[in-house]
């Protein structure tokens, strides 16, 4: 099992810029891809972005592309999320989730170990 702890999140204004890291422990050597996903209140959870951890490999969703960027260090095992010209609309609680084989990296029920979540909230 992997353990994911996330940090980075807070409150910026409409155009600025957060960064966000997630933090791998235990079987690290076993996933196959990371991935960021958000869910703001009343809404489901959506897919941001996502990176193979072998090829480098990234994947976004249309509302992010050119805002945000997908890396990782993976000496650290870690994975980042950059987050720019942010806008109202990207306030949520941002999850980061591991998978362990390939498959389709936007679908969150392809994802076996997730953390507990950082609060963006942007403020117009």
């Known amino acids: 099992q992997v353990q994911l702890v996330e940090s980075g999140g807070g409150l910026v204004q409409a155009g600025g810029s957060l960064r966000l890291s997630c933090a791998a422990s235990?079987?690290?050597?076993?996933?196959?891809?990371m991935g960021w996903f958000r869910q703001a209140p009343g809404k489901e959870r959506q897919f941001v972005a996502a990176?193979?951890?072998?090829?480098?490999?990234?994947y976004y969703a249309d509302s992010v592309k050119g805002r945000f960027t997908i890396s990782r260090d993976s000496a650290k095992n870690t994975v980042f999320l950059q987050m720019n010209s942010l806008k109202p609309e990207d306030t949520a609680v941002y999850y980061c989730?591991?998978?362990?084989?390939?498959?389709?990296?936007?679908?969150?029920?392809?994802?076996?170990?997730w953390g507990q979540g950082t609060q963006v909230t942007v403020s117009s």
């Open positions: 235990g079987r690290t050597f076993s996933y196959y891809a």
């Open positions: 990176i193979n951890w072998i090829g480098g490999n990234t």
């Open positions: 989730a591991a998978q362990t084989y390939r498959s389709a990296p936007a679908y969150e029920n392809n994802y076996q170990s």
